[in-house]
């Protein structure tokens, strides 16, 4: 079983930084990509940014230039920087997997989420 354990939410205010942490345990061979969604009240699930293990990212249009994702494929964790925060990012983050081969399973693709951690940016 893999599991994604989240950190680094919270409140802030506009204008500051936060940054999240994401790392995946278990019977891990691989994993092809990580990322970061969010969901706000009344709203639907959106990416937010994503990384492959070649190091490859892909950013909504709403964070470019604000945040950065980073990988340390050693450590199958995940980062997400996010800088000049506006309160219009205030949601809750969720840290996915895609494509993870494991050992128990090396035939088999999954993908996994993790439980979410809440940034909220309000003065």
């Known amino acids: 079983q893999v599991q994604l354990v989240e950190s680094g939410g919270g409140l802030v205010q506009p204008g500051g930084s936060l940054r999240l942490s994401c790392a995946a345990s278990?019977?891990?061979?691989?994993?092809?990509?990580m990322g970061w969604y969010r969901q706000a009240p009344g709203k639907q699930r959106e990416l937010v940014a994503s990384?492959?293990?070649?190091?490859?990212?892909s950013y909504a249009d709403s964070v470019k230039g604000r945040f950065t994702i980073s990988r340390d494929n050693a450590k199958n964790t995940v980062y997400l920087q996010m800088n000049s925060l506006k309160p219009e990012d205030t949601a809750v983050y969720y840290c996915n997997a895609a494509g993870v081969v494991t050992i128990t399973n090396p035939f088999r693709k999954s993908d996994y989420w993790g439980q979410g951690t809440q940034v909220t940016v309000s003065s």
């Open positions: 278990g019977s891990i061979f691989s994993i092809y990509a």
């Open positions: 990384i492959t293990s070649g190091g490859s990212t």
